[in-house]
């Protein structure tokens, strides 16, 4: 489970593999649902990298 603000670093990542091994920050609020296919959003990612979904299992928790 993640929170809105928390760092993750992106271990895989079917949206964009770009960003694997990337840092961001989670944007949801609330835990993903049916609209996303329970993917969480990743921002803050990198210049060219906008805002991806990720699986939880493609995230890994950095720290605060």
Known sequence: MFAAGEKVLIVACDDDPRAVGRTGRIVDAVPPGPLTAGRWTVAGI???????????HELSKTGP
């Open 46 to 56: 990198g210049f060219l990298i906008g805002p991806i979904l990720c699986h939880a």
